[in-house]
């Protein structure tokens, strides 16, 4: 068996000339996790408690998103909404995968809904966790995490009060990881970038709602109740707008459901997507 430490270490594959970190686990259809966009983020900081358990009974393919991770961060790169769909798509070509379901994270999820819209022949289901959607305004979680500057106590204070209900969760070996992720070279400059400079990311992740009726594929919404950073109001708005959306929130819940409630997420994401079932 796989141990989590040959999985955090992820291995690397060319992507249209720029290496990318990634880890691919398990036998079966393909389930693709994105990440989302805090200070420090990356695949397995994300998605740590997901991947041994999903790749039970499917394989599991997740990514850093360039400008996060150890992802490569070209000099040149204009990080952008297009600019992070498209990384999507030719991760998948290049590792040679056809159709696959679609697990995203807060910008993730709003990555997930942007390959919804450019070619949902490819997509099986999608799960939308904690993700941005119509009716969305700025947050104080929002605010704080495009405020952060780089240490250890900040980073904790970050995850503690903005990311998560049960304070406990958030261990000193999780802290560690996105501490120095957020530390790693050109990491913060990147991230800096990519939401304060105006030919960037910034405000570009908006979405219609005829956008939103427009995504067909039967799609999961997951939501914290208590989510400090998207509000679960978002959530709602989306499931009246997905003509094949359904909605799942967690009570006593932030942004985290993924590792807040880890044991429940993994149930009911894997029994939407139908892993394991011989139909």
Not at 72 to 87: F, G, I, K, M, N
Not at 206 to 233: C, F, K, M, Y
Not at 244 to 266: K, M, P, Y
């Amino acid at each position: 068996m796989t141990s989590t430490t040959d999985l955090e270490a992820g291995q690397y594959v060319d992507v249209n000339g720029m290496s990318t970190h990634y880890h691919d686990v398990g036998h079966g259809e393909a389930v693709l996790l994105l990440h989302g966009s805090g200070p420090g983020v990356s695949a397995w900081a994300n998605w740590r408690h997901s991947i041994p358990n999903l790749s039970a009974s499917a394989r599991v393919v997740a990514f850093d998103l360039v400008g996060f991770g150890l992802t490569e961060r070209p000099a040149e790169v204009r990080y952008s909404l297009r600019t992070w769909t498209d990384h999507a798509w030719q991760f998948l070509d290049a590792l040679g995968v056809e159709r696959v379901s679609v697990i995203g994270n807060s910008l993730g999820g709003r990555i997930a809904m942007q390959m919804a819209e450019d070619d949902q022949s490819r997509l099986d289901r999608l799960v939308l966790m904690g993700a941005p959607g119509v009716g969305m305004t700025p947050t104080e979680g929002l605010k704080a995490l495009r405020e952060y500057e780089p240490s250890p106590e900040a980073m904790r204070n970050l995850l503690e009060n903005y990311f998560a209900v049960d304070k406990s969760m958030i261990t000193d070996d999780l802290v560690r990881i996105r501490y120095e992720a957020s530390t790693a070279p050109g990491a913060h400059e990147a991230y800096r970038t990519m939401f304060f400079h105006p030919d960037h990311a910034g405000s570009q992740l908006g979405i219609s709602e005829e956008q939103v009726r427009g995504i067909t594929a039967p799609t999961l919404l997951v939501h914290g109740r208590e989510d400090r950073v998207v509000p679960v109001e978002v959530a709602w708005n989306m499931v009246h707008l997905l003509p094949n959306g359904d909605l799942h929130v967690f009570s006593r819940c932030g942004h985290w459901t993924q590792i807040e409630r880890a044991t429940e997420f993994n149930q009911v994401v894997a029994d939407f997507l139908q892993l394991g079932d011989e139909a």
